[in-house]
């Protein structure tokens, strides 16, 4: 379970600050993390954004006078430091966000109970009642991010619809539609409803031809962006 967790953290916000506490890891989630360490030390990392996010790694939160068991890095900045050891209820006092994520349900409840203490939002595994917010199945394809949640009711139909999404949206195309996508928009003129009208038109077309009705685009003279999207040129084509 932590595991899962812990991979939807970083897939989803790979510029985290982690801290994880546990007296054991498993093998897999130790090579998710040496996955990311590895890329971390072979990509040269960007500069910090506003929010103070990537470039170089920023400390993150530790627990005084201990020593971590292991620390791993990613290329966006974040970092994931595992502390060898059970719980303690001051532990959530370095936290912004707290997940339990055991097997044992006396443990899950004291971790909620202390983060409530502490006035931190919570996510308990498997108790829906118990959590402040869920962690999401993401599909993601070039800049389009898409979020499944069933309110922790059922984490199973998220994760193969997650699965579905991904082996139905093509990575290249749907990253090179979007692309056209935001050039068409920042050549459009006129008001704000002029350009909303604009949009909708093409984004109906494209829905209307992926469905069959390759006569419906009504784009704009050299803007189409149903063929830019199948083009192996990197900008929008003209079309009649």
């Given at each position: 379970?932590?595991?899962?967790?812990?991979?939807?953290?970083?897939?989803?916000?790979?510029n985290a600050r982690v801290v994880i506490?546990?007296?054991?890891?498993?093998?897999?989630?130790?090579?998710?993390?040496?996955?990311?360490?590895?890329?971390?030390?072979t990509q040269v990392q960007g500069e910090l954004d506003e929010a103070g996010f990537g470039g170089e790694q920023l400390t993150a939160a530790r627990f005084k006078d201990e020593l971590a068991a292991k620390e791993w890095s990613t290329s966006a900045g974040g970092t994931v430091t595992w502390y060898a050891r059970k719980f303690f209820t001051s532990d959530v006092k370095i936290a912004d966000l707290v997940i339990a994520a055991t097997n044992f349900k006396d443990i899950n409840l004291a971790v909620h109970a202390a983060a409530k203490k502490a006035r931190r939002l919570t996510n308990i595994a498997d108790?829906?009642?118990?959590?402040?917010?869920?962690?999401?199945?993401?599909?993601?394809?070039?800049p389009l991010k898409i979020a499944i949640s069933t309110n922790g009711q059922s984490p199973t139909f998220a994760k193969r619809f997650r699965q579905f999404l991904e082996a139905e949206l093509p990575d290249f195309e749907t990253t090179n539609l979007l692309d056209n996508l935001k050039l068409f928009r920042d050549r459009l003129t006129g008001d704000f409803q002029a350009k909303v009208r604009q949009l909708n038109s093409v984004t109906n077309s494209l829905l209307a031809s992926s469905a069959g009705a390759k006569n419906s685009c009504r784009c704009p003279e050299g803007e189409c962006l149903v063929?830019?999207?199948?083009?192996?040129?990197d900008t929008p084509v003209a079309s009649a």
């Open positions: 379970v932590g595991e899962e967790k812990l991979s939807f953290i970083l897939k989803s916000s790979p506490v546990a007296p054991w890891m498993g093998e897999e989630l130790k090579a998710l993390l040496d996955k990311y360490d590895d890329a971390a030390r108790t829906p009642s118990l959590c402040d917010f869920y962690l999401g199945s993401i599909v993601t394809r070039g063929e830019a999207a199948v083009s192996e040129e």
